[in-house]
């Protein structure tokens, strides 16, 4: 059985960084493309980023040059880091593989 479990959300001042993880089991995890979505409250969820199977990535224009997305085969991990925060990035953070997705990662930016 799939299962996703994100980390690394919190509350984080403007201009800030935090870095996500997602952790995954029960699959072929290095054959998928792996991607973080976002909810922020009374919005629909949104796509942010994508990890290919060979490491390439794609962003969002909301968040390219301040996020950047990775993959560690070996641990079964998919990492968010984000920099340059702002209240606009405050949502629920989702990793997605296939069908499947994480329960979520808050992220609050604040001051």
């Known amino acids: 059985q799939v299962q996703l479990v994100e980390s690394g959300g919190g509350l984080v001042q403007p201009g800030g960084s935090l870095r996500l993880s997602c952790a995954i089991s029960g699959t072929t995890f290095s054959g998928y493309a792996v991607g973080w979505y976002r909810q922020a409250p009374g919005n629909p969820r949104e796509w942010v980023a994508t990890?290919?199977?060979?490491?390439?990535?794609t962003y969002t224009d909301s968040v390219k040059g301040r996020f950047t997305i990775s993959r560690d085969n070996a641990e079964r991990t998919i990492y968010l880091q984000m920099t340059r925060l702002t209240p606009d990035d405050s949502a629920d953070y989702f990793c997605?593989?296939?069908?499947?997705w994480g329960q979520g990662t808050q992220v609050t930016v604040s001051s």
């Open positions: 990890v290919g199977v060979r490491g390439e990535t």
């Open positions: 997605r593989l296939g069908s499947k």
